[in-house]
């Protein structure tokens, strides 16, 4: 990427000499194809969805951003988000907030992985397997409220609201998952070209015989009897994978 391109795309997109929807998604494009995924917007991080995985995670960079005295200083990143979080909880002492909001595929289930993954690292001492249990419940989460659509092959079906408590040492100490508005519907009726929920799949491939005589299953499998149409998809990210639904049924990994 030319240097006088990358010029023009700022980290802070509030620092274009002219701001508009044109030219925010041209600066934006241009750090994307650089591989610079995040741009801040004031107080704002945006994210471009890469459809791939980026060394953007390794716990060196992870402890980049725990160690940082002013994460302003770095570079954008979702990290940066949760260190400032922390950084006001423990100046101020009151409770902080992050949405996490964009259209079907823009990433916020990652994302909201990796801000979990962040505040749990953050936590002072002893961390016992509360932050375990709490990023373990995305696959339960995903299998019974993610779906594939015709625009994104995980997309939610529902909205969640996550507490993560600390004490005032800054010892992680409790966590909350609320979820609402799930997209019941889709369980009778679907859009063409859409999905049931991959729970549904990954029963059809991982159920045992007892299991799927109980349900009335007895020789059921794939897309046909959960949509009632030809298999024509993989039933989203993990759709039939079996082990998916041990995880599931028996809580093992």
Request: aromatic share 6%; proline share 4%; hydrophobic share 40%.
């Amino acid at each position: 990427m030319a240097t006088n391109e990358l010029a023009l795309a700022p980290e802070d997109l509030s620092s274009l000499p002219t701001i508009s929807v044109e030219t925010v998604v041209a600066a934006l494009s241009v750090r994307a194809v650089a591989g610079n995924i995040y741009s801040r917007c004031g107080p704002l991080l945006v994210a471009v969805n890469p459809y791939e995985n980026l060394p953007l995670y390794t716990p060196e960079n992870l402890a980049r951003y725990l160690q940082a005295a002013d994460p302003a200083t770095l570079p954008p990143h979702v990290f940066a988000v949760g260190a400032a979080c922390m950084l006001a909880l423990t100046r101020t002492g009151r409770s902080q907030n992050v949405v996490v909001s964009g259209e079907s595929g823009a990433g916020k289930t990652e994302t909201s992985k990796w801000i979990l993954t962040f505040l749990s690292e953050a936590a002072v001492g002893d961390k016992g397997t509360l932050h375990l249990r709490v990023l373990e419940t995305n696959p339960v989460l995903e299998a019974l409220g993610c779906a594939a659509t015709a625009r994104n092959e995980n997309s939610s079906r529902f909205g969640k609201f996550i507490s993560v408590r600390f004490d005032s040492g800054g010892r992680l100490r409790a966590a909350r998952i609320t979820t609402y508005l799930l997209e019941k519907s889709r369980v009778t009726r679907r859009c063409a070209g859409e999905s049931n929920f991959h729970g549904l799949y990954q029963m059809l491939a991982g159920a045992d015989t007892a299991t799927m005589h109980s349900l009335r299953l007895d020789g059921a499998s794939g897309a046909t009897a959960a949509d009632g149409q030809a298999d024509d998809g993989d039933g989203g990210s993990g759709g039939r994978d079996p082990e998916r639904w041990r995880y599931l049924a028996n809580g093992d990994r």
